[in-house]
């Protein structure tokens, strides 16, 4: 079975700066998807940033942007520029390629605090 | 984004009734849905995964009589919590996979649930 793993359980960030979110995951399979997911107070799951395994090229989304390096099975998440409004749980969730009935499997979530 | 809706977002009930929570896809059809729990502080918990016309699949040490899905149309699927308690109260939420080719899946915006 795919584990993922978030080692920070707290991160913190001042306003403006840049920030990198880790993520390591474990599984057999040579494809699969890989997403970041924001959960903010109001806890609204809201896509942040999906990579697909077979994809060399990181994914980006204007400010957000991933290191994936798939040999070491690592997904980090890079922020630039962090505003206010990005404090919040983040989680990284892995889903296999091969079928459409898999759920995502989470990791345990990393909390940003953005200070001002 | 597609558009998932859950409703409804807070709901207090009574120790021993049923209380039922909905999920919709408001722009596409969802094939398949997927209800997880979330208690404080916590990452997501899948409780079920919910195929449009067929019985749901339970995760181990959910129990099916309890919760009880229904995913009656492509674009519905509805949580009963059933002879609820107060270890119920909880954070419930349901995401449902679009058919675009990475399969994404999106998130509602959940519902609280409390049971006194």
């Not at chain 1, 404090?87 to 091969?98: E, I, K, P, W």
């Not at chain 2, 909905?22 to 209800?35: G, H, K, N, P, V």
């Not at chain 2, 959910?62 to 919590?81: G, Q």
């Amino acid at each position: 079975a795919q584990t993922v793993t978030q080692s920070q359980p707290e991160m913190s960030v001042q306003e403006a700066e840049t920030v990198t979110l880790s993520c390591t995951y474990d599984t057999s399979e040579s494809d699969y998807y890989l997403f970041w997911y924001k959960q903010p107070p109001s806890r609204q799951m809201i896509l942040v940033i999906r990579q697909e395994a077979y994809k060399q090229q990181n994914a980006t989304e204007n400010r957000f942007s991933v290191n994936f390096q798939k040999a070491a099975k690592s997904f980090s998440l890079k922020i630039s520029d962090s505003q206010l409004g990005d404090a919040a749980m983040y989680f990284c969730a892995y889903r296999t390629f091969l079928s459409g009935n898999t759920p995502l499997v989470f990791g345990k979530g990393t909390r940003l605090s953005v200070i001002a | 984004g597609a558009v998932v809706s859950q409703h409804p977002s807070w709901v207090i009930c009574k120790s021993g009734t049923s209380v039922k929570i909905e999920c919709r896809s408001l722009d596409f059809q969802a094939t398949t849905m997927f209800w997880y729990r979330q208690f404080p502080k916590q990452s997501l918990m899948l409780m079920a995964t919910s195929n449009e016309g067929s019985k749901a699949t339970y995760e181990q040490g959910v129990e099916k009589d309890k919760f009880l899905i229904n995913h009656a149309s492509l674009t519905l699927s509805t949580l009963t919590v059933t002879s609820a308690h107060p270890e119920d109260s909880s954070f419930y939420i349901c995401s449902a996979r679009t058919g675009d080719p990475g399969n994404t899946i999106y998130f509602g915006e959940g519902s609280w649930l409390t049971v006194v």
